[in-house]
């Protein structure tokens, strides 16, 4: 379908405020802080900084930038001259904190490679000569050789949101398999370690550096990794053995200094990469496995064994924040390190919540932002960080404050965030959104938004109380809250949605009657499942839903996610995956309804979107379909996430002011 740009409309003064366009551009000015990395022993600080071009498009450009950690002057490690811009990303220091590892494409060629500067001063060296994609570089614990993760096949980015490749001829099934890969510090030989049929997610050394823990699963990896395990390869040999088989999902492996255990967060994760259950434990050589967590009111996202104690420092989510904890694995009490609102992050590995932890186990680095704050970089002992840039110090968000909201709704405690219109008079009533997050085992929190942005902030600028809940299968309340889903789709957690709703209408000047739902994802297929359950919302925006459970089972690429959930596939129980299709109960739709995809999106296929538009259309409920050309679940083009955040807003403008 083609797109037509159109401009936003006009409204009364009393509405008047930033435009998507105005917000987007806020968010391509903020500076990005794409890794933080602490050395070893502390004593500096690696980083790396992008932002969009000028166009607000995205750009591979980055660059790397060391400092000590006291304070100093900030220099850049670079690959290339220092004057043609690069790709320059994933700093990795060595276990003596003297090196620095880094991925680089400044040879000339959009092909990254593994690069070694020394931070002291002198020539930056090439190790690798590789082709494809690259990933997750890991130092062995003697720093003599480096690990990392690489698809030969292809130099896109792995994963699931990406778009997927448009096929025609005779369909088969080809997969590129992410393989671990050993670089020789010394000469630069590589070597690949895993075997090419299998997919390695995540790894981790041994103490050791004999062994590598890797979480892995055979033949498709956009699709096995919910059933990965976790299997201990020989650096030597490659012979692979298996540790642990899950009944869920896994994620973060890590071995403890002694080497006698492995550490990982096994739970209900329905997205590879948004990382939440229980910590568990089990022998390096096999066996049963212990879970360290169980019972409790958070969600792990992150772990690390801290060198010395033994002991285990954790972050989680919690209720619609984050937390920092360590805990005994023999079986002591945890203690709370710090928690708040805010997010804090260093983006290495795209593991969640994460810090970059020195050896001494105390002082770390992160990014830390929230809704009121661009991202910063933090430094110090954990729950005690400083600032150490100042580089969005001037950028002032153009929405409202964000309130916590709590209730209760069929006997769970349940959470979200209410954030306020900008300029907002207590005097007036204002429409509301009630924007749901994808997952649906994922968390909402206020942190301040990427590049390309999404609804909640852009409808806040212009003028709405956005209703942000976490209802039953989010994060944050433990694994029983997360797994409180589970062939019940749709059904509680659209009642934790409304309940939480109710709580707002009593606390804040919302008008009942100008009400909108909107989501991407699970948050799409719950508003086209909303307004099959009820009236109470005058506007929809359905982003890559999910019309017909039944279809959408042989239509999309990651079909394993959807086991866990419904007990079994669809075609041992279609009737599970009909209970909760929004087109099963599609003639009671009377809302307004605009509906976009991507036209490759693996995750929710388009036909879910013309499914649900076209019955809307055929029974007289009035609605519009946008297809975007190119876009996969995360869209890239600016152009299309402009477009799409201005239509989406006039289309509440249109049926609720």
Request: proline share 6%; charged share 20%; glycine share 10%.
């Amino acid at each position: 379908m083609k797109i037509t740009r159109f401009l936003p409309a006009v409204f009364l003064p009393l509405f008047l405020a930033a435009s998507p366009k105005e917000t987007l551009e806020l968010l391509s000015a903020t500076q990005q802080f794409q890794a933080v990395a602490l050395a070893p022993d502390a004593g500096r600080l690696a980083w790396v900084e992008s932002r969009p071009n000028a166009d607000r498009s995205p750009t591979n450009h980055a660059v790397i930038l060391v400092r000590d950690a006291a304070g100093g002057a900030i220099r850049r490690i670079t690959a290339g001259d220092g004057q043609v811009l690069a790709a320059e990303h994933s700093p990795a220091w060595s276990p003596d904190s003297t090196q620095l590892a880094f991925l680089s494409d400044a040879a000339g060629s959009k092909q990254l490679q593994l690069y070694l500067a020394p931070v002291a001063g002198g020539a930056v060296r090439r190790l690798t000569t590789l082709t494809g994609y690259i990933s997750s570089i890991k130092w062995s614990p003697d720093g003599r050789t480096i690990a990392l993760l690489n698809i030969a096949e292809s130099t896109a980015a792995a994963g699931a949101v990406e778009a997927a490749a448009h096929e025609t001829g005779e369909v088969s099934e080809k997969f590129a398999e992410s393989r671990l890969v050993l670089v020789d510090v010394a000469g630069g030989t590589t070597r690949t370690l895993s075997p090419a049929d299998t997919y390695i997610y995540e790894y981790d050394w041994s103490p050791d550096n004999r062994q590598l823990a890797v979480i892995s699963a055979k033949g498709n990896g956009d699709n096995n990794w919910w059933v990965a395990r976790l299997q201990v390869i020989d650096a030597v040999s490659g012979a692979m053995r298996e540790v642990f088989k899950p009944q869920t999902q896994l994620a973060v492996p890590r071995w403890s200094p002694d080497g006698r255990q492995i550490a990982f967060i096994q739970g209900l994760m329905s997205d590879a990469g948004s990382t939440g259950g229980d910590i568990y434990v089990v022998p390096a050589a096999g066996g049963p496995s212990r879970n360290l967590t169980a019972g409790r009111k958070g969600s792990p996202a992150w772990l690390q064994w801290q060198a010395g104690s033994g002991r285990l420092l954790f972050s989680e989510s919690l209720k619609g924040g984050s937390a920092i904890a360590e805990l005994d694995p023999a079986g002591g009490p945890s203690s709370t390190l710090w928690q708040g609102d805010d997010e804090i992050d260093t983006g290495l590995d795209g593991e969640m919540l994460s810090l970059s932890l020195a050896h001494d186990g105390v002082t770390s680095a992160v990014v830390h932002s929230s809704l009121a704050q661009a991202p910063e970089i933090w430094l110090g002992s954990v729950g005690h960080w400083q600032a150490v840039t100042q580089a969005n110090e001037k950028l002032r968000p153009l929405w409202g404050r964000a309130e916590k909201i709590e209730w209760t709704s069929d006997g769970f405690n349940v959470q979200g965030w209410l954030i306020y219109p900008r300029n907002f008079d207590p005097k007036q009533r204002y429409p509301l959104v009630v924007s749901i997050h994808g997952g649906p085992a994922a968390q909402a929190v206020t942190r301040w938004p990427g590049p390309w942005g999404g609804l909640v902030t852009p409808l806040a600028a212009e003028g709405y109380f956005v209703f942000v809940p976490n209802p039953r299968g989010s994060y944050g309340q433990g694994e029983a809250f997360t797994a409180a889903n589970i062939r019940d789709f749709g059904y509680g957690d659209l009642r934790d949605i409304l309940s939480g709703l109710d709580q707002v209408l009593k606390t804040a000047p919302v008008d009942p009657h100008r009400l909108g739902v909107s989501g991407w994802s699970y948050g799409g297929y719950m508003s086209m499942w909303a307004i099959t359950q009820t009236n109470r919302f005058q506007a929809a925006v359905a982003g890559a839903g999910i019309a017909n459970l039944q279809s959408y089972y042989g239509q999309n690429l990651i079909d394993q996610w959807m086991i866990p959930y419904f007990g079994a596939s669809v075609y041992d129980d279609p009737a599970a995956y009909a209970r909760s299709s929004p087109i099963t109960f599609i003639k009671q739709v009377h809302t307004p309804t605009l509906i976009v995809v991507g036209d490759s999106d693996k995750e929710c296929p388009a036909p879910q979107s013309y499914e649900y538009w076209h019955a809307l259309r055929t029974l007289g409920v009035e609605t519009k379909l946008v297809v975007y050309e190119n876009e996969g679940h995360h869209f890239r083009n600016p152009a299309n996430v402009e477009d799409l955040l201005t239509r989406s807003v006039n289309w509440f403008n249109d049926h609720l002011r």
